[in-house]
């Protein structure tokens, strides 16, 4: 009985793994901005040699794109992490030259949890005969932080740089196959609005969010940038 209670009591909740936080980034970012790129690059001139320029413009921007978010998403991860070992070595700090008042410190969250007054001076005197697993008990409650991955700055660059060249090349990927710019936006428009309304569904789901919603939402978002774009290049154009 206790063993089909248990299969029962199955608990789900939404992992989210630090590479889908990254690829999030990077592929929302590749979608839009080399997809607004190429539209107003197509209202400017409907020659037979447009197509040269937009793919170069376009790669040009998708190869500064991805340096500029895997720079970010570097300097993100170095933050995280230098900002985690700057309050570590504080802890340590506190732990051997205020015990006291760090002990308090932990039995104030013990008393949270509706122990009783004995059980949380054990619970203390336990948990404080261990500097390090002191010292990681107040950093994960007190501070709500846990230990980064060491790698997470190179991981997080890499990531994102990746997810915006995949996300780039698509929009730009018809003017490959075309010589003409007008063309080669109605087809990347239906390519990318697509891409942009499965992406916005699966992002959505993963986050909880009306997957409906949320895909229609990356769409219509996407749309206005690259509308907004092209719009503005045939009127500097006039």
Not at 26 to 52: E, I
Not at 147 to 156: G, I, N, T
Not at 185 to 204: E, P, R
Not at 212 to 231: P, Q, S, Y
Request: aromatic share 8%.
């Amino acid at each position: 009985m206790e063993t089909h209670l248990h299969h029962e009591h199955a608990e789900e909740h939404m992992q989210g793994p630090e590479i889908l936080t990254d690829i999030v980034i990077g592929m929302s970012d590749g979608l839009t901005v080399p997809f607004a790129l190429a539209a107003g690059l197509s209202g400017l001139s409907n020659s037979s040699h447009s197509t040269s320029l937009i793919i170069i413009a376009g790669l040009a921007e998708i190869a500064a794109g991805s340096i500029a978010m895997g720079l970010g998403g570097y300097l993100a991860g170095k933050t995280e992490s230098d900002h985690y070992h700057a309050e570590l070595k504080r802890e340590y700090d506190e732990v051997e030259h205020v015990p006291d008042k760090e002990k308090e410190e932990v039995k104030e969250f013990f008393a949270k949890l509706g122990l009783s007054n004995e059980v949380q001076d054990q619970a203390v005197e336990e948990m404080t005969k261990d500097k390090d697993a002191w010292v990681d008990f107040m950093m994960k409650y007190e501070l709500g932080l846990d230990k980064p991955d060491p790698q997470r700055a190179r991981k997080s660059a890499f990531n994102i740089g990746a997810s915006y060249v995949v996300g780039g090349l698509i929009p730009l990927s018809p003017y490959f196959f075309v010589h003409e710019g007008i063309l080669g936006l109605k087809i990347s428009a239906i390519i990318t609005l697509v891409c942009l309304f499965i992406f916005g569904f699966f992002k959505s789901k993963l986050t909880g969010v009306s997957p409906l919603a949320g895909g229609l939402r990356v769409m219509i978002i996407g749309a206005i940038a690259a509308g907004c774009a092209f719009g503005v290049a045939r009127l500097i154009e006039r």
